[in-house]
């Protein structure tokens, strides 16, 4: 496992982008170049009140000066949005991570098409700024309830992008509609909310061969994604040899704490990648909202905050 290295960044800017949504910039003090990113990839920030949350960053791939993210303030939410639309001001020292990227864009791919649904167009702003700079076809289909509540307009500008206001239309946008009208060599992406990704996931399944991904901000609610507490399985770590039972009643992250070891986690619900951990023998029990299908076929990975184990052991790179 490999731990996103911290760095104390000022925040430098807050600016209104749209109704509820700010956007924060983050600077390195000394005007020290900050570690590059992908498009698509987020940055953990460690707010007021001891808050740890995933925001995707929006400014554009190759920008060395600054971070930016996009916050929504969500009462409903579980404190951190909050937290940064209320307490963080401009000056202030925030403990960042260096970026990490689950929601990659394919720079290769013939052809791109984008459904993005409120704060989803966050990290997808970036992947178009990128697009751009290489001269990749793309189309961008933005979709928000109220036409004020459409964010990063000035970035987004062009003849690619296609936005839909649902409250002028008096309809939500097609999602399944547009992935069925996918070219079938474009790579497809969506990022907004459950109702959104879950219309896209059915669809894009009923299209095999299509090249298409996925980010959640919260994780799906089924049985098939909760957390596994089944246990009765062993984990060993690979570094030291060491075995660890996983019992009933405990996650496999929760076994390695209660056996003394310091295991980085953040959302502990299979969404922010954090606690991705290479498999290097036995079968995980894939929980997470995160990796795609042809990711957890492949048993390469899992999060080990939510999924457990179909072997009597895995092997983990610990």
């Not at 963080?88 to 013939?110: I, K, M, N, Q, T």
Request: charged share 25%; aromatic share 6%.
């Amino acid at each position: 496992m490999v731990t996103a290295p911290l760095s104390s960044l000022r925040l430098t800017r807050i600016e209104y982008a749209a109704a509820g949504i700010h956007l924060f910039e983050f600077r390195a003090p000394d005007g020290a170049a900050l570690a590059p990113f992908e498009a698509g990839a987020h940055v953990d920030l460690h707010l007021p009140g001891g808050f740890v949350r995933q925001y995707s960053l929006c400014n554009a791939p190759g920008e060395r000066h600054r971070y930016v993210v996009g916050i929504k303030r969500d009462p409903r939410s579980r404190g951190g949005s909050v937290a940064a639309h209320d307490r963080l001001r401009v000056g202030e020292f925030v403990a960042v991570s260096a970026p990490r990227c689950h929601f990659a864009l394919d720079e290769a791919a013939p052809r791109s098409v984008f459904i993005a649904g409120g704060i989803g167009i966050t990290p997808v702003a970036c992947m178009v700024q990128r697009l751009r700079q290489l001269g990749r076809p793309f189309a961008l289909h933005y979709s928000v309830r109220r036409r004020d509540e459409a964010a990063l307009l000035d970035l987004l500008a062009g003849p690619e992008t296609h936005l839909h206001v649902d409250e002028e239309r008096g309809l939500l946008l097609d999602v399944p509609g547009l992935v069925a009208a996918a070219p079938a060599d474009a790579a497809v992406y969506c990022c907004g909310p459950a109702p959104m990704l879950d219309a896209f996931e059915a669809a894009a399944r009923a299209r095999p061969g299509l090249a298409w991904r996925v980010e959640r901000f919260v994780p799906l609610a089924d049985a098939a994604h909760a957390p596994a507490h089944e246990g009765g399985f062993s984990v060993r770590l690979a570094a030291s040899g060491r075995t660890v039972a996983v019992r009933q009643g405990q996650t496999i992250l929760e076994a390695l704490r209660a056996a003394g070891l310091d295991v980085p986690s953040s959302c502990e619900q299979g969404i922010c990648g954090t606690c991705e951990t290479r498999v290097l023998e036995g079968l995980p029990d894939h929980r997470d909202s995160l990796l795609s299908d042809d990711e957890r076929r492949s048993n390469r990975t899992m999060m080990i905050c939510c999924s457990g184990s179909r072997s009597a052991e895995l092997v983990l790179d610990l």
